[in-house]
């Protein structure tokens, strides 16, 4: 199987070659050892070359894109930490908008996930690097900027934390992923957006409406580009909003349940250069 597909069933898509191609990384784009493939580099080279602008949408924070910021053409920029944070990929991965989390709101969560989760360990994704707590594991790519409580690290006046905060993580060990997803959406949902890319039971938390699909469309609306003229792939529950939005979307091979549910076709996994199948199917006008 080489070629993307849609099934019986899906919504009806938009033939016309779209103007916009928004996709994931990890999981969608990327390879599992995080590699882009030289078909996929072609593919987008191919697409921006037909006048189509690509953007990548990604959960990644801007200081993780190095592993495409020589495949960006025409404008440079991307969507990073789930809609919190557009970034100039051709300006060093600056920062030039942000969506930023109430310190508040996120205290409230934590206070939430505490008393229904307990067990639940935190780390918090500012614009300057990430913070996390003694219990929540280190990351593998870079080093926290400060390790403390979270209720300590999200006060204004600790010292060095005047970065805006994009996103809260919030780690469980003994929840199922899709469990601990649906208990904090029930329990805190009302306060801020709620959803996850991993495949352990790590939550990502954004301000209320804040999603890969709500920054996609004002980036779009700059541009005077509707959802009828965007193709969006993914593979996680955080991609849903942004696959239900645009006008035609594809979930990947090895996508989650939900994402397959809400994509209006499906393409091969990531391993196969699924975005490339249907970017080259695109440019030959299948």
């Not at 033939?15 to 916009?20: A, D, E, F, T, V």
């Not at 994931?24 to 390879?31: A, F, I, N, Y």
């Not at 991965?93 to 206070?111: G, N, Q």
């Not at 809400?262 to 006008?285: H, K, M, P, Q």
Request: hydrophobic residues 45%; proline residues 5%.
């Amino acid at each position: 199987m080489t070629s993307p597909t849609t099934f019986p069933g899906s919504r009806p898509t938009a033939r016309q070659r779209p103007r916009l191609i928004a996709t994931d990384l990890d999981g969608t784009l990327l390879r599992d050892d995080k590699s882009v493939s030289d078909r996929t580099v072609a593919a987008l080279a191919a697409a921006e070359e037909a006048g189509i602008e690509v953007f990548f949408v990604t959960g990644r924070p801007a200081r993780w894109m190095d592993v495409v910021s020589e495949h960006v053409h025409g404008h440079g920029l991307a969507i990073c930490s789930n809609g919190a944070a557009v970034v100039d990929l051709h300006a060093g991965r600056k920062i030039v908008e942000v969506r930023a989390l109430e310190r508040r709101t996120a205290r409230d969560v934590v206070e939430t996930l505490r008393r229904e989760a307990p067990g639940t360990a935190f780390a918090m994704e500012f614009t300057d690097g990430i913070r996390h707590e003694p219990d929540y594991p280190p990351l593998h790519l870079d080093a926290a900027v400060a390790v403390g409580p979270a209720e300590k690290l999200l006060h204004e006046d600790v010292s060095g934390t005047g970065s805006p905060l994009l996103k809260l993580l919030a780690l469980h060990r003994d929840l199922t992923p899709d469990g601990f997803l649906a208990l904090a959406r029930t329990a805190a949902g009302h306060r801020a957006t709620i959803t996850r890319s991993s495949p352990t039971a790590l939550l990502e938390v954004s301000g209320l409406g804040v999603s890969k699909a709500s920054t996609l469309a004002l980036c779009c609306a700059e541009r005077g580009i509707s959802a009828d003229e965007v193709v969006a792939f993914g593979d996680m529950p955080n991609d849903i909003e942004m696959l239900t939005w645009a006008g035609r979307s594809y979930a990947m091979g090895n996508a989650h349940p939900d994402v397959v549910a809400a994509a209006s076709g499906r393409t091969v996994a990531n391993e196969e250069d699924g975005v490339a199948a249907v970017i080259e199917a695109i440019l030959a006008g299948d």
